[in-house]
């Protein structure tokens, strides 16, 4: 059975869990980021906000479309920690040599953002790095 399926072209499944943190308001956050991955093509599968401020985003996407989506994440005031920085880049850098074999393929980003209340946006608090 193994020498039948070595043929094939073994596919990385690019399912990522990422955490970052943001200053904007949670409600306006997931809008935001909605329309962005939707606008890069994406699919947003489940979305929502707690009243801790912690938001929670299953997004899909081709993988040719990782550098929009790591470039619109950035663009809507997240700040992903070092690891989602390092994973999204090892996405972003695979797909790009092998683009024609593996543009297609759908990544998934299982996202948790850390927001915080407005009296810690205005200077009086320091997020933890994550």
């Given at each position: 059975m193994r020498e039948r399926n070595a043929g094939q072209r073994m596919s990385i499944p690019w399912?990522?869990?990422?955490?970052?943190?943001?200053?904007?308001?949670?409600?306006?956050?997931?809008?935001?980021?909605t329309g962005a991955i939707l606008g890069c093509g994406g699919w947003v599968l489940s979305r929502g906000a707690n009243d801790t401020g912690?938001?929670?985003?299953?997004?899909?996407?081709?993988?040719?479309?990782?550098?929009?989506?790591?470039?619109?994440?950035?663009?809507?005031?997240?700040e992903l920690s070092q690891n989602g920085h390092i994973r999204f880049t090892e996405l972003c850098q695979c797909t790009r040599s092998s683009q024609q074999d593996c543009g297609?393929?759908?990544?998934?980003?299982?996202l948790e953002i850390q927001t915080f209340p407005v009296e810690t946006r205005n200077g009086l608090y320091n997020p933890p790095a994550v």
């Open positions: 399912a990522l869990q990422m955490k970052a943190v943001s200053i904007e308001e949670p409600g306006r956050l997931v809008q935001t980021l912690i938001i929670n985003m299953l997004f899909e996407f081709e993988r040719q479309a990782c550098v929009d989506v790591y470039s619109v994440l950035i663009a809507a005031g997240l297609t393929d759908i990544a998934s980003i299982d």
